[in-house]
Structure formats: structure tokens, C-alpha cells
């Protein structure tokens, strides 16, 4: 089988979005096109001629290009892009895209959608461009119906921003071109061998606990810090230890902006891909040894109990993953007291007590958790997974997705 993937990101610093693309070559024969990858030539000639060039089986094509767009917000792509994008200024980088966008909707052949919005805040224009591009024949590779909740119990505000129904309703209105694939998954270097009782600390809270989104943590952490437990408090968010020296280090690169041609007003892109590219590199640094040295790791999906990708990233680094619930759990195969452990405000302290107190139990959870992300959760079987969605529509035998009980599932 042969890919057409269409993108920007390949090189994003963040390798929640760039691991899966990547793994993909792993699988099956990719060309990966589009602005910041392919030479300003191929863009000229544009992705109809790409297409007609090979015998492609499939186009997956990345929907970031057309948010963008959207959100005119087009110079992120050259933030996250490594290659081939000095000789593009921002104009020609957006009618590229543009044009890349339009000649993708005329395109016969098998069509993917690759999305990786929060299914919780599709917006009215998202919205309507994912409409567009479905009924221009394009299938939908983003989370199914069973990760969605029952909306009218669950209008939690985040941030200030009340979530919509428009993901449920989408996936629900195109159900049977749907390929259930999270984006969440972990790649097997991630694996971390030490076992409990080696691990210096009891417990780490390893993530955001930005105010508005991730509430419930701040209050998880205080009740722990109340216990008497090794805490790991070595942990950054995201972007505090890098801002500690952001301003320094943008104006020691902004010496620099003389000597990069390029027509944008404001901040220059290439400055800040690389500001990004070293937060990022700080922040994984500072995860890994985290967990890696934890007993018990705490997440949680934020207000809306989304799935993050801490729920992989834990287990698969030998920690016992505690969380509160989230929304398709036991279709992913997490399944409480057996191979993760579920907690609230109410039990969270009695369990952690208990556990500590447990070990063998620990490391069994563990060991569990290990197990079914390393053979169900790894960006290689989300490729797998890809692939057979595929090869069914190719048969025209597709008709949607879901996963049950760990299992992906092809409805034939």
C-alpha cells in the first residue's frame, strides 16, 4: 500500500502529533507533501498533479492546513516546520494552502481526514469546513461516538467556554465514515524497565494544572502534599521552566533577524520554532525522569474528563496509573483495579495509602498497564489500525469504527 500524506507537521516539536505521521512509513510506503516539506516546485505544480503522478491507494490529508486558514493563523506552520520553508514568504505559503485545500475536495480516490481537534470545542467554522471536505468524499479519521458523553448532563464551562455538541453530532451524522483512531498513543522507546520498589518517589502529579482547564488537579496535589508521601516536586508545566529564561533567549536570537529573508510582520516564525522546539525538549526531559521515578502517577482529563495522553504515557513508563474517569475507558481496555486505579476526591488519599502499603499489588497494576499500552496503544498499532480501515474501503465493506474492550473494531 501506498500513502499520499498531506501535512505541515512531520517535524512538529510535540510527538503526540508527529509520532503517528512518522510511524506511518514504518507500516506501509508514505510520501509525506505539502508546505514545509515538499520544494517550492512541487507546491507550484500543486496536489492534483502529486496525486495523479504515483499510483497512491489512499490520501490522508492533515485538517491543521485548513485551521490555519481558518484561524489565519498560517505562520504556525512555519513555527513547526523544519524543511524547505525559508524560500517561502507568508503569502505564497497561504495560497499554497489554499490551493492545496480546494484541489484536495475535486480529488477522486480514497479520501482521510486526519483530525486532531478536542472533540469537546468544535467551533461553527470547523464545523463547517469538516462538512465540506466529508461530503467531497473525504472519510474521518478522528475519536468515535463512544468517546463522547451524554452532552446534556456534562455543560461544564472551561476556561470561560462552554463546550458544544457539534464533535458528537459529527461523528454520529458520518458514522459509517468514521475511523475511530485517537491520536493518543505512545511509541515503544518509551518504555521504562525499573520496577516500584526501585522508584525513589510515591507519587507525581505530572501535568498541567492550568487554572480553568485542569481544576481538579490543583486540588488533588494539595490533598497529597497533606500526606505524609515522597512526593516528586521537580516537575515543570509545559512552560515554566523554559519562560524562566524565554525573554532572555528571544532577544539573544532576535540579533539574528537581519539575516533571515522572510515577509511577515511581528515576531519571526523561525525564532519562535525554535523557542518552541527547546521548551518542548525541556519539558520531556523533566516527564520522563519524573515518572520513570514515581510509583503512582496521578491524571486526569481536565473538566471534560477528555482522554490525554498521559493515560498512555503513564503505564507505559511502569508507573500505576491513577485517574478520575474519562470517557471511553473501557473501551480502550482500562479497566480499574486490574490494570489502572480509579480514584475521586473522596478515595483518593485512602488508595494511595493502601497502595503504598501494597507493593505486590502496585507492581501488578503496573505490569497490567504496561501491558495493554504496549500492545494495543503504540503508534504502530494506530497505523495498523489505519491501514485496515483502508484496506475495507477499498473492498467497499467499510462502514465505521469503534473500539470495545481494548479491541478495535471494523464494522464490515
Not at 7 to 27: H, I, Q, R
Request: charged letters at 25%; proline letters at 2%; hydrophobic letters at 35%.
Amino acid at each position: 500500500m501506498k500513502l499520499l500524506v498531506v501535512t505541515y507537521c512531520y517535524e512538529y516539536p510535540n510527538n503526540m502529533y508527529s509520532e503517528y505521521l512518522k510511524t506511518l512509513a514504518d507500516v506501509v510506503d508514505v510520501k509525506y507533501w505539502g508546505p514545509g516539506i515538499s520544494s517550492k516546485e512541487e507546491l507550484l505544480r500543486g496536489l492534483k498533479f502529486e496525486w495523479s503522478s504515483a499510483k497512491y491507494d489512499a490520501l490522508l490529508f492533515d485538517f491543521d492546513l485548513v485551521n490555519y486558514i481558518l484561524d489565519n493563523n498560517i505562520a504556525s506552520i512555519y513555527r513547526y516546520s523544519e524543511q524547505n520553508t525559508r524560500e517561502i514568504n507568508l503569502v505564497d505559503l497561504y495560497r499554497y494552502t489554499n490551493d492545496i485545500f480546494c484541489e484536495s475536495l475535486g480529488i477522486s480516490g480514497i479520501k482521510i481526514l486526519h483530525v486532531t481537534l478536542d472533540q469537546f470545542y468544535l467551533n461553527e467554522n470547523e464545523e463547517k469546513w469538516l462538512n465540506l471536505m466529508l461530503e467531497n468524499g473525504f472519510f474521518l479519521e478522528w475519536v468515535g461516538k463512544e468517546f463522547f458523553p451524554n452532552y446534556d448532563k456534562h455543560q461544564v464551562k472551561v476556561c470561560g467556554i462552554t463546550p458544544t455538541d457539534q464533535g458528537r453530532q459529527l461523528v454520529e451524522k458520518y458514522y459509517n465514515r468514521v475511523i475511530s483512531n485517537p491520536i493518543n498513543a505512545i511509541s515503544e522507546d518509551e518504555i521504562c524497565y525499573s520496577s516500584i520498589e526501585k522508584r525513589q518517589f510515591d507519587w507525581i502529579l505530572p501535568g498541567s494544572v492550568q487554572k480553568g482547564i485542569y481544576d481538579n488537579r490543583t486540588r488533588v496535589i494539595n490533598r497529597v502534599k497533606q500526606m505524609h508521601v515522597n512526593i516528586y516536586d521537580g516537575f515543570d508545566d509545559r512552560n515554566i521552566r523554559y519562560d524562566k529564561y524565554l525573554d532572555k533567549r528571544t532577544k539573544y536570537m532576535n540579533r539574528y533577524l537581519s539575516e533571515i529573508d522572510i515577509a511577515t510582520d511581528g515576531s519571526c516564525p523561525y525564532i519562535l520554532r525554535r523557542i518552541s522546539r527547546e521548551r518542548q525538549q525541556e519539558y520531556r526531559k523533566n516527564f520522563d525522569l519524573g515518572i520513570c521515578q514515581s510509583k503512582i502517577a496521578y491524571v486526569d482529563g481536565g473538566n471534560y474528563n477528555s482522554i490525554v495522553h498521559k493515560y498512555f504515557e503513564i503505564p507505559i513508563r511502569g508507573a500505576v496509573l491513577m485517574c478520575g474517569y474519562f470517557w471511553g475507558m473501557e473501551n480502550l481496555g482500562f479497566l480499574n483495579d486490574k490494570n489502572m486505579v480509579l480514584v475521586d476526591d473522596n478515595s483518593i488519599i485512602d488508595t494511595i495509602s493502601y497502595l503504598l502499603k501494597n507493593p505486590e499489588k502496585m507492581q501488578k497494576i503496573a505490569d497490567a498497564g504496561k501491558a495493554l499500552v504496549k500492545e494495543k496503544h503504540t503508534y504502530k498499532e494506530r497505523c495498523k489500525s489505519l491501514i485496515s480501515s483502508i484496506e475495507s474501503i477499498i473492498n467497499k465493506r467499510f462502514k465505521g469504527s469503534y473500539w470495545k474492550q481494548g479491541n478495535f473494531v471494523i464494522i464490515e
